[in-house]
């Protein structure tokens, strides 16, 4: 991992937040890089999941929403961590998790804040920071952030930042239904920033208080709802290993038991994968049943019932939610693209993108910077800049550049060289093998879409 966060601090993918000011804890920035990789994931799974299926729609619902719709969905019964202090350092911890390094996930799960203080008193478990033995009671700990929405600062006036992106989807069924005259089964995807003030942050950008979210609501009828709920699962699979190109043997699926259940899930998966800190949750696909429109019906007073244009029925559609952390999965397309190897005599470091997942497609290197070959290089960059991102790049050896360019992960690296001016050809140099082959400047381009699968 301290690889993985150098190597991104380094080359421009991630730096972490306001480091002028001395940081803010766990806070990341995408640098010019890492922004790339990060909309390549967000393209993929809108195209994958939204823009290829006709059972599917987007929306792009507020960050604020009336804080009604959080009583209604029960995060602000629900939606809190157990909270411990140490006595002696005042350190802050989840009393989960620590329970969770000791007996694992099964053994911790579900349990209430009475028993996980006793579990953590009978086990003796020390403190990570002080190694004293000696905490408070577990409390519960609510883990939406609160704003003020105008200028006046009092109850009234109170907003939570949403701490998932579903409930955008949910508020708009009707709008959505309505609009689109989807019929069951449909679903709404979206992608955006959800915030939780999470006791324990960490793990570079594993877990952080600002994320980003893909999630997808699918209304089903009730009598369909595990048959849809398996197809999504294999659809999540291919998504992991076809799309992203992810090796299938770091990924596992884990099923919550009842205790772990979330407060509107009957049945609900993650898919974990392989960090180098332990598995952890990447995704995950929960059956919320028709719970979420039901309480929003309740609590708005609107209807939100579906007509079956066939029986003439009217129903409260059921919900399966496929959902996706972004910055998990930018963290994975990292870790499984870092590789080491060796250039010659030298070590070499090189990220291993898929093409479509890269965040530069070719960089574009004029051999020495004079004799015209500047002059060809930034012709063949301007022509290539439409249709690709790509980088035009003279600064340094030609042997620094590849370098460079292997650790941003770029797939080719097309250099103008003294032939060039004579033939009209540039070699390409693939990013894997290092190998070099000459071909025709006005067939760069058509090389690079069948690359790219374009
Ligand atoms: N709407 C359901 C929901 O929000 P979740 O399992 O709490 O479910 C979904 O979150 C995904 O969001 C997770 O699988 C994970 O990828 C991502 N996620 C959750 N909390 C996160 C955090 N603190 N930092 C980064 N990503 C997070």
Redesign the pocket.
């Known amino acids: 991992m301290e690889k993985i966060v150098s190597l991104c601090k380094r080359r421009g993918f991630i730096f972490p937040g306001s480091e002028i000011y001395g940081g803010l804890a766990n806070t990341w920035d995408y640098g010019p890089y890492g922004v790339e990789l990060k909309n390549n994931v967000k393209k993929l799974w809108w195209k994958y999941f939204v823009q290829d299926r006709e059972d599917m729609v987007g929306v792009d619902a507020s960050i604020l929403m009336n804080p009604r719709v959080w009583e209604a969905s029960g995060h602000i019964t629900s939606f809190s961590d157990p909270l411990m202090d140490c006595k002696k350092c005042h350190e802050r911890v989840r009393g989960d998790k620590l329970l969770e390094e000791k007996l694992g996930i099964e053994g911790v799960a579900g349990k209430s804040l009475k028993q996980i203080s006793e579990l953590v008193k009978t086990h003796k478990i020390q403190c990570p920071k002080c190694q004293a033995i000696d905490w408070t009671e577990a409390r519960s700990f609510n883990l939406m952030f609160k704003t003020y929405q105008g200028v006046i600062e009092d109850a009234a006036a109170m907003v939570y930042l949403r ?4 409930q955008g989807i949910f508020v708009n069924f009707k709008n959505v239904q309505q609009t689109t005259r989807k019929r069951l089964p449909f679903g709404i995807g979206q992608i955006g920033k ?1 915030f ?1 003030n ?1 006791i324990t ?1 960490g793990n570079f ?5 600002e ?1 980003e ?1 893909m ?1 997808i609501e699918y209304f089903v009828a009730e009598k369909d709802w595990k048959k849809i709920y398996d197809t999504w699962r294999e659809e999540m699979n291919k998504f992991f290993v076809q799309e992203l190109g992810f090796k299938k043997e770091n990924m596992r699926w884990r099923q919550h038991d009842k205790e772990e259940l ?1 407060h509107y899930s009957k049945e609900t998966w ?1 898919v974990e994968y392989q960090f180098p800190f332990s598995w952890g ?4 696909i ?1 059956y919320r049943t028709d719970f979420d429109l039901k309480q929003h019906e309740k609590f708005s007073g609107e209807k939100l019932e579906y007509l079956d244009p066939e029986t003439n029925e009217k129903l409260v559609p059921h919900c399966i ?1 496929p ?3 972004v ?2 999965t930018v963290l994975v397309a990292l870790l499984e693209a870092y590789d080491e190897d060796s250039a010659g005599d030298e070590k070499r470091i090189v990220m291993r993108f898929p093409p479509k997942l890269a965040p530069v497609k070719a960089a574009i290197l004029p051999l020495i910077k004079k004799e015209k070959l500047p002059e060809v290089a930034r012709k063949m960059f301007e022509n290539l800049k439409k249709h690709f991102v790509v980088e035009y790049d003279d600064s340094g050896s030609i042997g620094k550049r590849y370098r460079r360019h292997d650790e941003l992960g770029t797939p080719f690296c097309f250099t103008v060289d003294f032939q060039t001016v004579e033939d009209e050809t540039v070699t390409v140099r693939d990013r894997d093998s290092m190998k070099q082959e000459r071909i025709k400047i006005s067939d760069v381009s058509e090389f690079l879409k069948e690359k790219l699968g374009i």
Do not use: K
């Open positions: 701490p998932e992106t579903a959800a939780r999470e942050p950008t594993f877990r952080t208080r994320f979210q999630e979330s993650d949750e990447l995704w995950g929960a939610e959902t996706f952390g910055d998990r």
